[in-house]
């Protein structure tokens, strides 16, 4: 049996891929999604995902908001993470296609910073999401401010949770979806088992096993699970989560070590109603700002530009020797009262 491959590091287009999802959804020869994402030690990972586990993603989705034959999903965010992709994929079931924020539709999924920036003056984007009957939002931590604002003008937030390996949001609003299990582990990590799970990492078997075990995979977040729902702690690596975008606070620190290899570096991170964490950056000697958001952002985008830095005379440690991103983030916390 053939299988056939849709690689979104090549940039389908969004039709090209609508298709290539159709024609997929109505074949049995299976057909597997590769989707670039960063894990914590910044190394590049390519999930593999069945179109049948995205398409039993689509499915449980539709039926969590409610949709029906007919009705529209906005398609909101970029088709090269699995959250656009997913929309495309829960339109297809209904069997319509996807509009912008410039129409009216039914659903539609976003990432916090959109939620905040549609509550501080992009009118067209609030009118666009109260006019939805359920708005998904994921990709980063949801700050409970920014949901009561949300909901006091109209809008029906669902948080959701989840990451490309089990075919984005799998939990929504602490709930998990249908058919979706989530333990922890003994030391508190979130585990999760499910038809919508990935079937690995291309090329990267040994990474896989890592994070794969007895059909669970065991994510880097700590949770608490009170009367069946899942409550997420943190995380356990040097991932962040910056206005939807992963970004490996490791990577940063010996990205710049190599520019600068007379200064001492540490990026971290504080919550941040805007952009879920935001990117902050110490350093032991005071370096061009500008030069280096345009290191960071030619190497790794727009969402690596540090939006806080402080230069500090020595750069936080553990008792180990191990830099200790959380007393560097009370110094940035601190450095604003």
């Known amino acids: 049996m053939k299988t056939s491959v849709i690689d979104l590091g090549l940039q389908p287009s969004n039709l090209e891929l609508t298709q290539a999802l159709s024609a997929a959804f109505s074949q049995v020869d299976p057909t597997l999604v590769i ?21 039993k993603s689509a499915e449980l989705s539709n039926a969590a908001v409610g949709a029906k034959l007919g009705d529209i999903w906005s398609l909101l965010l970029p088709t ?170 490791a990577a940063i620190d010996s990205t710049l070590a190599k520019d600068f290899p007379d200064v001492n570096f540490l990026a971290t991170s504080i919550p941040d109603s805007e952009w879920g964490q935001k990117l902050c950056l110490l350093s032991d000697a005071d370096i061009d700002h500008v030069k280096i958001s345009n290191i960071l952002q030619n190497k790794f985008g727009r969402a690596a530009v540090p939006k806080e830095f402080l230069v500090v005379n020595e750069i936080p440690l553990l008792g180990i020797g191990k830099p200790d991103r959380v007393k560097a983030s009370l110094l940035i916390i601190n450095a604003q009262r």
């Open 80 to 249: 090269n993470h699995i959250a656009g992709l997913n929309v495309l994929a829960r339109a297809l079931k209904l069997g319509t296609e996807v509009v912008g924020v410039e129409a009216r539709a039914d659903f539609t999924a976003i990432v916090p910073t959109q939620l905040h920036r549609a509550l501080t003056g992009d009118n067209q984007l609030l009118e666009h999401l109260q006019n939805c009957k359920v708005v998904l939002v994921g990709g980063a931590a949801v700050e409970g401010s920014l949901l009561e604002i949300a909901r006091s003008k109209g809008i029906t937030v669902f948080v959701t949770y989840g990451m490309t390996e089990t075919s984005g949001g799998c939990v929504y609003n602490n709930a998990p979806l249908p058919g979706v299990l989530v333990e922890l582990t003994g030391s508190g990590l979130i585990k999760i088992k499910g038809p919508i799970l990935s079937s690995g990492y291309q090329d990267q078997e040994a990474l896989w096993l890592e994070s794969f075990s007895d059909g669970w995979f065991i994510t880097s977040d700590l949770g608490e699970i009170r009367d069946g729902k899942i409550f997420i702690i943190g995380r356990t690596d040097d991932v962040i989560i910056s206005g939807g975008e992963n970004i490996s606070l």
């Open 35 to 55: 989707i670039n994402t960063t894990g914590s030690s910044g190394v590049n990972k390519k999930v593999e995902l069945s179109t049948s586990a995205i398409s």
